[in-house]
């Protein structure tokens, strides 16, 4: 009987594949063995701490302690919210937008990360949405306005208005 070794190192699910394929072309006794390089260590789990600036205003924004390690999931959820477009100037207009939001009585702002970040696109909207107004928008003006300089005038238009409320009025039965 002849033997042969099949090294398949830092290949995660390799050998199965082999074994399969093996079988599938007939050969049914088919051992694969363990071999000192098939049995590498895997490689050590990061401390899933926030390095990045973005995140760290993150874990600021929900009193996170910079030391506490985010989950798998958060994780995950950080690099999509960055791809779809998260940046420090949307995560500035969003903690500005939690900081008046959360002096409010009947407030709702997320409180967990994983959702905060799954959903950062509609709290951007959002923020976008109640930014407070500033300079010439809260001077609002009729754009056709006329002064009245001339009371006998201002006495006419007064008087024509009474009357079609009082027309009005008669018509509707009142």
């Not at 973005?54 to 995950?76: G, M, Q, T, Y």
Request: hydrophobic letters at 40%.
């Amino acid at each position: 009987m002849t033997r042969y070794t099949i090294h398949a190192a830092g290949q995660p699910g390799a050998k199965g594949r082999l074994r399969t394929a093996l079988k599938l072309m007939g050969f049914d006794g088919v051992r694969i063995e363990e071999s000192e390089a098939d049995a590498a260590v895997a490689k050590p789990k990061p401390d899933n701490l926030p390095t990045s600036p973005l995140a760290k205003e993150v874990a600021k924004l929900f009193h996170r302690e910079p030391e506490k390690p985010w989950s798998d999931a958060e994780i995950l959820a950080f690099r999509a919210a960055g791809r779809a477009g998260m940046d420090l100037a949307g995560m500035s207009e969003v903690a500005g937008f939690y900081e008046r939001e959360r002096k409010k009585p009947d407030h709702y702002c997320r409180t967990s990360i994983l959702t905060f970040l799954r959903h950062f696109g509609g709290e951007l909207d959002k923020a976008r949405a109640d930014k407070p107004k500033v300079g010439k928008a809260l001077e609002w003006t009729p754009a056709n306005v006329v002064p009245m300089t001339d009371p006998a005038e201002a006495e006419r238009i007064a008087s024509a208005a009474r009357q079609a409320a009082r027309e009005f009025r008669e018509g509707m039965g009142r």
